[in-house]
C-alpha cells in the first residue's frame, strides 16, 4: 500500500490515465470485431438470397402446388449451417429446413422489416433454446404473386465464443499492460518523490539554522535548480554571516577607539593642572574624534535608508565642474599632506540634474579613496568625457591599486581590503546605490600597483529642467549639456 503524498498522486494519476486509454482501447476493438463477424454472416446470407433468387426465378415452379412450391423454395434457397423458414405475409412459419415447429408464428423485427421491402436481420435468444441466433430475413415473389419471407436463422455461440476469447485475450494484455504501467509510475514516482524528500529533509535542518548542510545529488530539471538554489541561499546566508561578524567587530573597533581617545582626553583634561597649549590640543583631538564618530553614524544612517528605500534625492541643477572643483578644495588639506596633486583637467562644464549633496559624497569618497591610496607625491586625474545623452566622470590615481580577486568584491556591503585602514566598508557599496538613484552607473578599473581608476556614467537632462522660479530648457537656457 503506497502511503498518501505526492507518490501515491503520481502513481494514482498516471494509472487512472493509462487504465482509462486502455478501457477506451479495448472497448472500441471488441465492438468493432463484434460488429465484423456479426455483418460477415448477414452479408453472406444476404448475398446467398440475392444470387439463389437471381437462379430460382427463371426456372421456378408455377405450378399452384403449394407444397411442392415450398418444397423447392426450401432446396433452391437451402444454406448451410442455418435454419431456412419460410413464412407467409402473417409471419406464420409455412415450412422449415428442420422440418418441427411449423405452427408458430414470428413477428421479430427481421420480419417486420421484411415486409417493408427491406433485407434486415436481428439478433436475440431462440424462444425454446434460449440460444443466442442471428435471424436474416427477405421476401421473394413465388407463382401466382405470391409472396413469401425467407427467414434464415443461425446459431451464434460460435462466433460469440470467439468473441469471448478476444475480450479475455483482450484484457489480458490490458492487465499485463497495466501492471507495467504500475511499476513503471511507482519508479516514476521515487525519482521524484526521493529527490524532495531528500530537499526537504536539509532545507528541514536549514531552517533550523544549520547552513553548513547541503543537498547532495546531481539532481536534473527543476530538481536541480531547486537543489542549487538553497545551496547557493545556504551559502550566502553564511557568507552574509561572516561579514556580520566582521562588520560588528570592525565598527567596533572603529567606535572604541575614537570613543577611547575622547575618554582618556576628557578625564586628563578634568583632572586639571596643564597648561593652555596642552589644553587646546586636547580640545582638538576630542573634537576630531567626534567628527570621526558622527561621520560612521551618518554613514550607517545613509546605508540603513538605501536599504529600507527611504533614501529621498532633492534634485536640482548641478554644475559637476564646480562640484569637483569644491571638492578638489575640500581635500587639498589632506592631499597636501602626502604631496598628492590633484588636476581637473577638462575644460567641459556638463550641468545634470540631482541631489548635490549626495553627488558630492559620492565624489567626495572617491576622490578620497584615491588620496588615500595615492603614494607620496602623486597625481590624481579627474576628467569629463561628454557623450549624447551621458556625462562621464573619471577619477584616475596611480597609487597601489587593488587585485583582481579584490577588485570583484570591492563593492560589497562591509568589504575591505585591509580591515586595519579602518572604515566600515560601506563607504563604495553606498556610493554605487546613491549614483545608481541617479540613473547613472559606477564601474572600477584598477591593477595592483599601477592604479585605479573610477568610471562614473550619469545621464544629461533631456529637454526643460525644473528648477527654482520655473522651468528652464537645457537646450535653450543651458548651451546643451554644458555651460
Not at 577611547?260 to 593652555?276: F, N, V
Not at 592631499?335 to 541631489?355: C, F, H, Q
Not at 569618497?365 to 556625462?391: C, P, Q, R
Amino acid at each position: 500500500m503506497i502511503k498518501k503524498g505526492i507518490r501515491r498522486q503520481i502513481v494514482l494519476h498516471y494509472f487512472l490515465v493509462v487504465f482509462i486509454a486502455l478501457l477506451l482501447v479495448e472497448v472500441i476493438f471488441l465492438i468493432a470485431i463484434r460488429t465484423y463477424y456479426y455483418d460477415t454472416v448477414y452479408n453472406h446470407v444476404s448475398n446467398h438470397i440475392r444470387l439463389s433468387n437471381e437462379f430460382y426465378q427463371p426456372f421456378r415452379v408455377t405450378s399452384s402446388d403449394n407444397v411442392n412450391q415450398l418444397s423447392e423454395m426450401v432446396r433452391h434457397f437451402y444454406l448451410y449451417n442455418t435454419e431456412l423458414q419460410i413464412l407467409n405475409t402473417s409471419g406464420q412459419v409455412l415450412t422449415t429446413s428442420a422440418g418441427f415447429d411449423l405452427e408458430q408464428t414470428i413477428k421479430t423485427s427481421d420480419v417486420t422489416q421484411a415486409l417493408a421491402g427491406d433485407t434486415s436481420r436481428w439478433v436475440g435468444k431462440q424462444p425454446g433454446t434460449g440460444q443466442i441466433v442471428m435471424a436474416v430475413s427477405q421476401t421473394i415473389q413465388s407463382g401466382f404473386d405470391q409472396t413469401y419471407i425467407l427467414r434464415y436463422v443461425t446459431s451464434l455461440d460460435l462466433i460469440n465464443d470467439r468473441l469471448l476469447k478476444l475480450t479475455l485475450f483482450a484484457v489480458s494484455i490490458g492487465a499485463a499492460v497495466l501492471a507495467i504501467v504500475l511499476a513503471f509510475s511507482i519508479g516514476l514516482a521515487n525519482s521524484i518523490v526521493k529527490p524532495i524528500n531528500n530537499i526537504t529533509t536539509v532545507s528541514t535542518q536549514m531552517a533550523k539554522g544549520k547552513f553548513n548542510v547541503r543537498i547532495k545529488g546531481d539532481y536534473k530539471y527543476e530538481l536541480g535548480e531547486l537543489s542549487s538554489t538553497l545551496n547557493y541561499m545556504a551559502q550566502e546566508i553564511v557568507r552574509s554571516n561572516q561579514v556580520k561578524d566582521d562588520f560588528i567587530s570592525s565598527i567596533s573597533h572603529e567606535l572604541r577607539t575614537p570613543l577611547t581617545s575622547i575618554k582618556g582626553w576628557s578625564e586628563t583634561l578634568d583632572s586639571g593642572g596643564y597648561d593652555p597649549e596642552e589644553t587646546k590640543i586636547g580640545m582638538q583631538i576630542i573634537a576630531k574624534e567626534t567628527d570621526r564618530l558622527i561621520g560612521l553614524v551618518e554613514e550607517l544612517l545613509d546605508f540603513s535608508k538605501l536599504q529600507q528605500n527611504e533614501m529621498k534625492l532633492v534634485k536640482g541643477i548641478v554644475n559637476l565642474r564646480e562640484l569637483l572643483q569644491e571638492i578638489i578644495l575640500n581635500l587639498w588639506a589632506k592631499a597636501e599632506k602626502k604631496g598628492v596633486t590633484i588636476k581637473l583637467e577638462s575644460e567641459e562644464k556638463p550641468i545634470i540634474y540631482g541631489d548635490v549633496n549626495r553627488l558630492k559624497q559620492v565624489f567626495l569618497n572617491i576622490v578620497d579613496n584615491a588620496v588615500k591610496f595615492s603614494h607620496e607625491n602623486g597625481v590624481i586625474n579627474l576628467y569629463f568625457t561628454m557623450e549624447e545623452k551621458y556625462v562621464t566622470v573619471t577619477v584616475r590615481d596611480y597609487g597601489i591599486g587593488i587585485s583582481e580577486e579584490h577588485l570583484r568584491r570591492v563593492k560589497d556591503r562591509f568589504f575591505q581590503v585591509n580591515p586595519l585602514n579602518g572604515g566600515t566598508g560601506l563607504g563604495l557599496a553606498i556610493t554605487q546605490q546613491l549614483v545608481e538613484l541617479h540613473g547613472g552607473t559606477m564601474e572600477m578599473e584598477s591593477e595592483l600597483g599601477h592604479g585605479t581608476s573610477v568610471i562614473v556614467k550619469l545621464p544629461l537632462p533631456e529637454g526643460k529642467i525644473p528648477v527654482a522660479g520655473g522651468l528652464e530648457n537645457a537646450e535653450e537656457g543651458m548651451p546643451g549639456p554644458t555651460v
